[in-house]
């Protein structure tokens, strides 16, 4: 029922590690997000597909790749994490402007 | 580049009564769109309410209302009869189209409110 998921929930890693995060819409919307909100709550857009191609690329290191398999799918890899990676994921998907989000990943960094 | 500016970090009201949010933005783009989002202490993102920058008429769900002044470039949100369940961190967005579909959010810091028994 949920219109956007994303797992897991909740990732606890080392420093150097390679993790995912995987996200789901079922709302066929042809458009998916990624944002991270910081320690201090401030949301920040990452990446953004439209049919699974590509439109949005802020300013993020290369050691992060999102992949979208297909437009209900955007799953976002992170490579040689490190202390500052530490925040909170969102994945969200449009249509028509509108962006629905999912619960979030908190990911923390050792 | 647009910003979006919150100016009070915390607010508190007592229940029942009515609080307003400010916002304020700068953009230089004629079409846009305007959002309040929710983000109680589950961290859930909740959209509150949307006002396209063409509407001159102020968008209104139940409770919540805004004041959009488009010239002052100011959208602030106003919560009548306060409920506890209202707590939490609100966010003031601005939305432009960034192309093949895609739209970009810039988000506010937000404003953290707490409703008061």
């Known amino acids: 029922d949920t219109a956007v998921s994303q797992t897991p929930k909740y990732l606890v890693t080392q420093m150097g590690n390679d993790k995912s995060i995987k996200c789901e819409q079922n709302?066929?919307?042809?458009?998916m997000y990624w944002y991270k909100q910081d320690s201090k709550k401030f949301l920040k857009i990452m990446f953004s597909?439209?049919?699974?191609?590509?439109?949005i690329n802020e300013t993020v290191p290369n050691r992060f790749s999102p992949k979208s398999p297909d437009k209900a799918h955007l799953n976002l890899h992170i490579n040689s994490l490190e202390l500052g990676d530490s925040a909170v994921y969102f994945c969200?998907?449009?249509?028509?402007?509108?962006?629905?989000f999912g619960p979030g990943t908190r990911l923390l960094v050792l | 580049a647009q910003t979006v500016t919150q100016s009070q970090p915390e607010m508190s009201v007592q229940e029942a009564e009515t609080v307003t949010l400010s916002c304020t933005y700068d953009?230089?783009?004629?079409?846009?769109?305007l959002f309040w989002y929710k983000q109680p202490p589950s961290r859930q993102m909740i959209l509150v309410i949307r006002?396209?920058?063409?509407?001159?008429q102020n968008a209104t769900e139940n409770r919540f209302s805004v004041n959009f002044q488009k010239a002052a470039k100011s959208f602030s949100l106003k919560i009548s009869d306060s409920q506890l369940g209202d707590t939490a961190m609100y966010f003031c967005?601005?939305?432009?189209?960034?192309?093949?579909?895609?739209?970009?959010?810039?988000f506010g810091k937000g404003t953290k409110l707490s409703v008061i028994p």
């Open positions: 969200a998907s449009s249509q028509a402007g509108t962006q629905y």
């Open positions: 967005a601005f939305m432009k189209r960034s192309g093949a579909g895609s739209y970009q959010l810039t």
């Open positions: 953009t230089s783009e004629n079409n846009y769109y």
């Open positions: 006002q396209e920058a063409y509407k001159q």
């Open positions: 597909y439209n049919n699974k191609e590509l439109i």
């Open positions: 709302l066929g919307h042809d458009t």
